[in-house]
Structure formats: structure tokens, C-alpha cells
């Protein structure tokens, strides 16, 4: 028996434990930065596996070596990662298993990768003696939109040892159950976050020439805007600029004297980025001069796209291969979600895969991030081995 179907077995003995798991962390979700209780089952699992714990990287993430006595000083070291956050959601759903904690809501599927990284931990525990290098196994906060990726990195989850490679996987509704989706090229685009506030001059609804109009100059802004899109970005890249909030004025004969704009800029090039930064600038300031107004335009959050490097995609390819089977490995059209499992692969190269969590007998499940959201849990034992099988692939490789 290969390595990996050795693992696939293993993992497979593990569904009613990785179910349990799964369940109770459904029915106790808590929100970026504040996943005490989820990092604490996790560290204490990874304790009674007798690894080494850190706790509180990031705020709330854990990190773990699984490595031998015998593993030279330059032995390579690969980085699993699992997200662990929910969303602030009031669930839907009737299961036994639903949230508990009314408002809060495992509608991504963390629960599930939560699951999964406590799999691939013990898995590969089991094996340590036999790993020709170090697994450091990372659990992060906060991966929707509140940056716990970069916060962990800033606690210096890069370093000592510094990690060669990255892996990671996230469960996907949308996908048949247990196809792999290992994708060369862009998977999903960067997401930024802007805010724009435009500062006029108030005064009476009937006396307009005494005012600067906020209202206005925002309006004149956000339809410039859409041409940036249309007529700076190259036709043959990708790009989304959405202005997803207005906020201007509070009474009917009143001009505003300040207008906010709120939204998020995404693409799959981080040159794409700039350019769409600098343009809204240029805009803004040009409107705003313009009409006697002034303004201030900040990007206080981004992420990059997620790409997978080359040899990453080659590599999973291979064991998902082993795994799933040849007809199970896919890939899909490139999507503008944006997720922060990219900070990690710009350090280390590496690919984040997606593995199908679709009910065969309910396929029109819910999507992610909504209140009925759910997937099927025989995904679970598929991802275990698909992430144990990368790391014993790219260590075997690089030893
Ligand atoms: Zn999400
Ligand atoms: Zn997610």
C-alpha cells in the first residue's frame, strides 16, 4: 500500500472522531480574534499529542512543531494552515448540531478545517519518526476580512524555523464531494477594503450656493470610478471596483456637508491593485478640487490573491492523484473571493486546494455565508489526507 493510501485509510478510521469535533466547534462558534475556546481544544489535542504548543500568535492562533530528534538543523519545514474563525451570522439551520451562540455562525466551513488540522496533527504525529524534515502546523484567527493571517505573521509564525513551503485547503459547498480542485494559476483574487470621506461645506437645502454639496461630489466620484475598470485596467486582466456603501446627509433640507464611500477593490495581479489605487486617487482628488471639496481615501485592509506556485500545483496534483483518484482532480474558473491563506504562499510557495463538500443528495446546498449554510462531512477524512500526504510528499522531496 502507497504512503498515501496508507494515510487515506488512517484518515478515514478518524470520521467519527473528526465528526465529533467538527460538531462541537459548530455549536460553539466564535468570531475572529476571539477564538478562545477553539484554540484552547486545539492546543490541548496538540499538547496530549505531545507536541510543542505556542498559543496566542496572532491574538488567538496556535502553532505547532511535529518534528524528530534525528531531523538535521537545515531538514526543510513545510506549513499546514487551518482557519478557525466564524462569521456573524444568526444560523438557520435545525440541526442537532446548530450554533449555541445566537448570532454567530460556522457558515464557512472553519469548523471543518479545524476538524481537519486536529486530523492532520495526530496523523502525522504518529509518523514523526519517519518525517525527513518539520511539519509546523499553524491554526489561525480571524480569516474573514480582519487580517489574522498577517497578524500571526507579524508574531513571527515565519520564522524558527522558517517554512519552505505552505499548504492549505478550504471545504467548498459548491463542489461535488470529494473532488479536489488544484489550480494552476489564480484560485482567488485579492481583496482590499477603502474608505473614502469627502469633506464639503454644509448649510441650507434652499440656499445651495453657499455650500459645497458632499452628496454631489460623492455621486460625481463614484460614477468616475466605474470607469477605471472600463478604460484603465488592461481589457485582458480582471478586476472588480464596488462601492458598496454611501453615506451622506441626514435631513431632507439639509446639504451634507461630508459624504463617506465604503467598498472593496479586487483582481488577480497586485500591479492590477496599485493601478486601481491610484486612479481612485487621482479621481478623487481631481472631483474634489474640482467642486471646492477635499477628501481622504484610505486602503485599510487588504489581502493578495491567492496563486499557487508551480512546483505547489505539481505536487498536489500528484497526491490528490493518489488520493481521489485522477478523475476527482479539477479546476475551475478563477473567482473574486478573497481569502488570506495568500499571505502565507508569498512567503512560502506553495498551493491552497478546494475540496468538494457538496451532498450528493441535496446539491443545491446553501452557499457560504449564509444563514443555512451546511456541507457534507465525508469530506473531512479527503482533506486530512490530501494535507498529511503534502507535507510527507514535499519533505520525501526536498530531503
Ligand atoms: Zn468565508
Ligand atoms: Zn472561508
Redesign the pocket.
Known sequence: MSIYQTLKSEAEALFPTLVAWRRDFHQHPELGFHEVRTAGIVADHLRELGLEVSTGIGKTGVVAMIENDQVASDAPTVLLRFDMDALPILEQNQASYRSQNDGVMHA?GHDGHTAIGMGVAQLLTQRRHTLPGRVKLVFQPAE?GLGGATAMINDGVMNDPKPAAAFGLHLWSRLPLNQVVVQSGPLWASAGKFVLTVQGRGGHGAMPHETVDATLVASQIVVAWQSIVARNVDPAATAVLTVGAFNSGEAYNIISAQATLIGTIRSFDEKVDALLQQRMREMAEGICQAYGATCELTFPGYCAATINSVAGVQLMQTVATEIVGPEQVTQIKPMMVGEDMSEFLNRAPGCFILVGASDPAQPMHSP??NPTFDFDERMMPTGVALLAGAAVAYLQEHK
Open positions: 464557512c474573514e457560504h455565508h
